[in-house]
């Protein structure tokens, strides 16, 4: 039994650095845009110095894709909000190297 629950464990530990492995760089700045659109559920963030180059996304714009739940882009998109009413420098996780998402820069995180 012992031996199950470790393997159970390790498997959980594997599994949730896989889970996140493509998040690996942070940027700060002021949000310039938020944008939604009515064709789907992904936003569209972009910062006053957003990224001028990315080597398999197109830099224009982060994205949050509509594949993440309801619950948690609405959280998402309170911070963004938040942080463009009061003009805060907000910092974006996201993958420097790929992970794109409608093309865009995907986001892993508002902070």
Do not use: W
């Not at 896989?18 to 064709?39: C, D, L, R, T």
């Not at 569209?44 to 830099?59: A, R, V």
């Not at 982060?62 to 619950?71: R, T």
């Not at 959280?75 to 420097?96: C, H, P, Q, Y």
Request: hydrophobic letters at 40%; charged letters at 15%; a positive charge.
């Amino acid at each position: 039994m012992n031996l199950l629950k470790l393997l159970v464990f390790v498997s959980c530990l594997f599994s949730y650095s896989i889970s996140f492995a493509a998040y690996n760089a942070n940027m700060s700045g002021k949000v310039s845009a938020i944008m939604v659109y009515a064709e789907g559920d992904y936003i569209y963030i972009k910062l006053e110095n957003q990224p001028t180059s990315h080597p398999t996304c197109n830099p224009s714009y982060f994205v949050v894709p509509g594949s993440i739940p309801y619950e948690r882009r609405q959280m998402i998109m309170s911070r963004l909000m938040t942080a463009k009413v009061t003009k805060e420098i907000i910092n974006l996780g996201f993958d420097d190297k790929a992970s794109c998402s409608n093309g865009y820069i995907q986001l892993y995180r508002a902070g």
